[in-house]
């Protein structure tokens, strides 16, 4: 959908990641590989997971994604007023045309063209690595979720960026935000 909406979908899988054991580590590739023949992957979302982050962008509780619940989020995301973004959004996904993205619609869009592409998560990496030292910090999380109005303790933020860090200094690499990003998902076949 947009790459601003992975962020939440990371935002939603930090706060709830565990340390990540050593199997799914194992699945980690090394950045060499990934460049530039991986960047076409697709991936299958979790449903589970996506109704979760759908609940994240639906504000107002009302089971359907709004232009002003979109909005909101993105407003908060980017720092600055996104109203014409987020209408232009909706409106590419709403296919029954209500004025707003209900959870089929919100779930068609990230299942469009077989998946979630490795490059659209790349992207949610930059918009999430504020800084801008290709590393996510607990400095970059507590600012994510500053803007989200989801304050928390930098030693929350700190707990949450080590549990998925492997390399032991508390900051996030790109392979450590792919693995998270697709321990729940399925790797499009073909």
């Known amino acids: 959908m947009h790459s601003s909406l992975k962020i939440v979908q990371f935002l939603q899988r930090i706060e709830s990641t565990k340390k990540l054991p050593s199997k799914v580590l194992s ?21 589970d ?7 994240m962008i639906d504000k107002d509780r009302d089971n359907k994604i709004s232009v002003k619940d979109l909005q909101k989020v ?7 007023d ?3 973004e987020a209408e232009k959004m909706v409106n ?8 707003c993205i209900n959870f089929k619609e919100f779930m068609e869009v990230h299942n ?9 998560i790349e ?3 930059s918009l999430c690595d504020l800084d801008g030292d290709r590393r996510i910090n607990a400095k970059d999380l507590e600012g994510l979720l500053k803007r989200l109005g989801k304050e928390r303790s930098p030693e929350d933020c700190e707990r949450m960026v080590c549990n998925v860090a492997r390399d ?9 935000f792919i693995i998270m990003m697709t321990k729940t998902m399925h790797l499009q076949s073909g």
């Open 82 to 84: 996104m109203a014409e």
């Open 27 to 47: 699945r980690a590739s090394s950045s060499k590989s990934r460049i530039p023949s991986n960047l076409s992957r697709k991936y299958i979302p979790n449903a």
């Open 112 to 120: 469009n063209g077989g998946g979630i592409r490795l490059l659209e």
């Open 49 to 55: 997971e996506m109704k979760e982050v759908f609940k």
């Open 74 to 80: 993105l407003t908060e995301l980017r720092g600055k």
């Open 123 to 125: 992207t949610a990496f």
């Open 92 to 99: 590419a996904a709403d296919s029954d045309r209500d004025g």
């Open 168 to 176: 032991g200094k508390g900051e996030v690499d790109m392979d450590d």
